[in-house]
């Protein structure tokens, strides 16, 4: 956005008004929080999880409530989700090779 010139020299603090009346005008919607719990333990899931869409990141700590924006939340709900998948795939292609293997003996 352009923004008008005036002819008159103007102070720092008027210009630094100027600036933060422009950004607010043109800030963002506020984004919807919601609140998440992620599992923890001693073991693999001591860490934090690293989430971020659009070049906006966020590093949410484990075992304690936190806010985060809806969108990072859905991104971590759908990591959680694909990796029980994938243990679940893997348990039914361990328990077909663990078959075949019994059959050849």
Known sequence: MAV???????????M???????A???AKP???MVKLKLFKDNGRYKDPV?????????LVPRGVEVEVPE???E???NSIK???ATVNQMEVLEDKFNEKTRAQK
């Open 16 to 22: 630094a008004a100027a600036i933060e009346a422009e």
């Open 30 to 32: 506020e984004k919807r």
């Open 82 to 84: 694909q990796d029980e």
């Open 4 to 14: 008008k010139k005036e002819p008159v020299m103007q102070t720092a603090e008027e």
């Open 75 to 77: 991104v971590i709900e």
């Open 24 to 26: 607010m005008q043109s």
């Open 71 to 73: 969108y990072i939340a």
């Open 50 to 58: 690293y989430a971020a869409v659009n070049g906006e990141s966020y």
